[in-house]
């Protein structure tokens, strides 16, 4: 089991920033490849942005490409996500998920992954 506990989420004004981070345990967490996904009401859960097991790979949604960064710390076993020149559409539930030895660019639908955090809100006010 692989346990995935998010925070940093909260209320910003557009064009803002925030940083997410996502704090795990159970098991190694090098191993595993990490996922950011998003969830608005009434939509499905969208794919935000991944990175390898290793951290060497690193894909990202085209709505979030060149403001948002995924990081990882093994040492800390945590992945952050730093959000930047936020919109008002990025306003959803955030989720961090884990895949066993996974390649970020495989990594693009929730069915892929093995464990999921509880969530946390982002909201970009206007």
């Known amino acids: 089991q692989v346990q995935l506990v998010e925070s940093g989420g909260g209320l910003v004004q557009a064009g803002g920033s925030l940083r997410l981070s996502c704090a795990a345990s159970?098991?190694?967490?090098?191993?595993?490849?990490m996922g950011w996904f998003r969830q608005a009401p009434g939509k499905e859960r969208e794919f935000v942005g991944a990175?390898?097991?290793?951290?060497?790979?690193?894909h990202y949604a085209d709505t979030v490409k060149g403001r948002f960064t995924i990081s990882r710390d093994n040492a800390k076993n945590t992945v952050d996500l730093q959000m930047n020149s936020l919109k008002p559409e990025d306003t959803a539930v955030y989720y961090c998920?884990?895949?066993?030895?996974?390649?970020?660019?495989?990594?693009?639908?929730?069915?892929?992954?093995?464990?999921w955090g509880q969530g946390t809100q982002v909201t970009v006010s206007s």
């Open positions: 998920a884990a895949k066993w030895a996974g390649i970020a660019a495989t990594l693009i639908t929730p069915n892929k992954y093995d464990y």
């Open positions: 159970g098991r190694t967490f090098s191993d595993y490849a």
């Open positions: 990175i390898s097991y290793g951290g060497g790979n690193i």
